[in-house]
T-cell receptor
Framework: DGGITQSPKYLFRKEGQNVTLSCEQN?????MYWYRQDPGQGLRLIYY???????QKGDIAEGYSVSREKKESFPLTVTSAQKNPTAFYLC?????????????FGPGTRLTVL | RKEVEQDPGPFNVPEGATVAFNCTYS??????FFWYRQDCRKEPKLLMS???SGNEDGRFTAQLNRASQYISLLIRDSKLSDSATYLC???????????FGKGTTLSVSS
């Protein structure tokens, strides 16, 4: 089955620690995205990557870092510099075909900072 | 104006009701428009794309008004299973990412 996987589903970390969230896709999509969602809020774009070895900051990139060494993988690191990291993190990839775009999401990772 | 703006609701309707959600967007150059559905504590999933001519999928009808920069979603004969948050989505100015509204929450009761 094609899709996007994120791991872990739930993650707890102590304040001051860096943590890396995994995102893998086997849809052969070039573009991948990381969003953050807080309760009662919409999705906010953290980082995105249009192609391997290239990525751009989204609206709330401070305190986060990413890498895109492989087409299939786009891990997100939440650093200790992120002041309020507790949130629901969603990874997505984008299908583009003849001007049509559709974004597919992974199941998400819930990060809680203790 | 915010990039994508929606009435957050909640909309509380009985089964069988017709309900309409509206959304406005700020980028007049946007070309791609969607409605996504998000269930509680789950990831968003595509409900339907929105085309200039309007489109219908069963009980769901989406409309686009480019002149007013306005998108709508109409749900007829609401079911309990329609209870969810509906996200209005528009592509960004560069066309490289999608911008999500905060969502409109629908609760359908028996």
């Amino acid at each position: 089955d094609g899709g996007i996987t994120q791991s872990p589903k739930y993650l707890f970390r102590k304040e001051g620690q860096n943590v890396t969230l995994s995102c893998e896709q086997n849809l052969n999509h070039d573009a991948m995205y990381w969003y953050r969602q807080d309760p009662g809020q919409g999705l906010r774009l953290i980082y995105y990557s249009q192609i391997v070895n290239d990525f751009q900051k989204g609206d709330i990139a401070e305190g986060y870092s990413v890498s895109r060494e492989k087409k299939e993988s786009f891990p997100l690191t939440v650093t200790s510099a992120q002041k309020n990291p507790t949130a629901f993190y969603l990874c997505a990839s984008l299908l583009t075909s003849g001007g049509y775009n559709e974004q597919f999401f992974g199941p998400g990772t819930r990060l809680t900072v203790l | 104006r915010k990039e994508v703006e929606q009435d957050p609701g909640p909309f509380n309707v009985p089964e069988g009701a017709t309900v309409a959600f509206n959304c406005t967007y700020s980028n007049s150059a946007s070309q791609s428009f969607f409605w996504y559905r998000q269930d509680c504590r789950k990831e968003p999933k595509l409900l339907m794309s929105v085309y200039s001519s309007g489109n219908e999928d069963g009980r769901f009808t989406a409309q686009l008004n480019r002149a007013s920069q306005y998108i709508s979603l109409l749900i007829r004969d609401s079911k309990l299973s329609d209870s969810a948050t509906y996200l209005c989505v528009v592509n960004n100015q560069a066309g490289t990412a999608l911008i999500f509204g905060k969502g409109t929450t629908l609760s359908v009761s028996s």
